[in-house]
């Protein structure tokens, strides 16, 4: 079965580091690859996606890249801001009649001070 | 924007309870699903409903039954309420998605906290 490996948290950082969470996977087929936020009292958000190998999801200054090679999809940052403090989820999409769900992994706590 | 919303945001029941978790979308979304969140295991799967009357267990439906009457709410129930079901609970709905569509996202509720005492 499908299944979704995250990096151990909490990470902490101070603001403006480089910010790294891994993510590996295993599934059949092409699946489609996600990283989820969730802001502290909310729901999970979507951040970013890539549907096929080498595609570079981005957003808000994060990037993910879908790397069939190594089954990896890690998220980026170059400069963290406190306000970038959430859990992080990792997900994969399996593909054909799937309905659309989704597989994640255990989630990342970031925590960036001042 | 869509709006998924469960109905209420903390809850405490008792063990043996019957316990109702409802959750209402507002963008005519085919797919719902209900997720638990526990520390250290991320989001699992519960039940989904792909359609009104439709629904599929998903990686751990034990102890939890689905309702899905109409197409906007999706309700989950816990027939006799234990302890180790005390976790938050995530609604989620998205857009029907084509056999090979992967691109539609999921949209989530704000969760509502279960503890079982």
């Known amino acids: 079965g499908n299944s979704v490996t995250q990096m151990e948290g909490p990470v902490t950082l101070s603001e403006e580091a480089f910010l790294t969470i891994n993510c590996t996977y295993t599934?059949?087929?092409?699946?489609?690859l996600f990283w989820y936020v969730q802001y502290p009292g909310e729901g999970l958000q979507l951040l970013l996606k890539?549907?096929?190998?080498?595609d570079k999801g981005s957003n808000k200054g994060f990037e993910a890249t879908y790397r069939k090679e190594t089954t990896s999809f890690h998220l980026e940052k170059g400069s963290v801001q406190v306000s970038d403090s959430a859990v992080y989820f990792c997900a994969l999409r399996g593909g054909g009649t799937s309905y659309g769900k989704l597989t994640f992994g255990q989630g990342t706590i970031l925590t960036v001070h001042p | 924007d869509v709006k998924v919303t469960q109905s209420s945001r903390y809850l405490v029941k008792r063990t043996g309870e019957k316990v109702f978790l409802e959750c209402v979308q507002d963008?005519?979304?085919?797919?719902m699903f209900w997720y638990r969140q526990d520390p250290g295991l991320g989001l699992r799967l519960i039940y989904f409903?792909?359609?009104?009357?439709?629904?599929e267990k998903g990686d751990i439906p034990e102890g939890y039954s689905v309702s899905r009457e109409k197409k906007e709410r999706f309700s989950l129930i816990l027939e006799s309420a234990s302890t180790n079901q005390t976790s938050m609970y995530l609604c989620?709905?998205?857009?029907?998605?084509?056999?090979?569509?992967?691109?539609?996202?999921?949209?989530f509720g704000n969760g509502t906290r279960l503890t079982v005492t």
């Open positions: 989620a709905s998205r857009d029907r998605v084509e056999p090979r569509g992967q691109n539609s996202p999921l949209h």
């Open positions: 963008m005519d979304h085919e797919n």
């Open positions: 409903s792909y359609d009104v009357k439709m629904k």
């Open positions: 890539a549907t096929k190998a080498d």
């Open positions: 599934a059949t087929g092409y699946p489609s």
